[in-house]
């Protein structure tokens, strides 16, 4: 009998897993936790691939032109700078709060080269919160996929560190300015 029961629960669970849609979004498996499996569009229309960021720390950040943290766009390429050999930065535009970010994506790059000199790789403008989420900021908000933490994304300017092998290190809010100590110690 208790044969019977384990073999009909296995069916079971084959069958509804053949009925679950295909729902990878660019994440591999909830057991992955580097951020190097993806990629993803950037402002310039070309693509940004993590596993090219391999033996470097990565800060993902957030942003959006118009909004009260926007002036640390100066700190990120700062830093860009500073820390370049072991540091890359990747600036994620998204409107999800206060309508800060409305432009389009070549209006976007044109604000942070003019006004902030930004030479950091800039993604495509995508959503950081809600139903759609952008695959990429699902991992870095999901311990179950990042295997780190859960985290929410509470305003623009938000960042994420990871280590040079893409292990999700810490998040920062947006009062936690690029040039800290907070960052620039882990660095």
């Known amino acids: 009998m208790y044969k019977i029961f384990i073999a009909v629960l296995?069916?079971?669970?084959?069958?509804?897993?053949?009925?679950?849609?295909?729902?990878?979004?660019n994440i591999m498996s909830n057991t992955t936790a580097t951020i190097h499996q993806f990629s993803v569009p950037a402002l310039n229309g070309s693509t940004i691939n993590f596993a090219d960021f391999k033996g470097k720390k990565i800060l993902i950040v957030n942003t959006a032109s118009e909004c009260g943290y926007t002036p640390q766009y100066k700190e990120l390429q700062q830093l860009y700078t500073q820390y370049q050999q072991k540091l890359v930065i990747v600036g994620f535009p998204a409107n999800n709060f206060g309508a800060q970010e409305p432009g389009s994506n070549a209006t976007i790059q044109t604000f942070c080269e003019k006004n902030y000199g930004v030479t950091f790789p800039m993604a495509a403008k995508i959503s950081v919160k809600g139903d759609d989420m952008a695959p990429i900021y699902k991992?870095?908000?999901?311990?179950a996929h990042n295997q780190v933490m859960d985290a929410s994304i509470t305003w623009n300017f938000n960042k994420f560190l990871l280590d040079e092998n893409g292990v999700l290190l810490q998040k920062f809010d947006s009062d936690v300015t690029p040039l800290s100590s907070t960052i620039t110690s882990l660095l």
């Open 10 to 25: 296995a069916l079971i669970s084959c069958q509804a897993a053949q009925n679950q849609p295909n729902q990878t979004n």
């Open 139 to 143: 991992w870095l908000t999901s311990k």
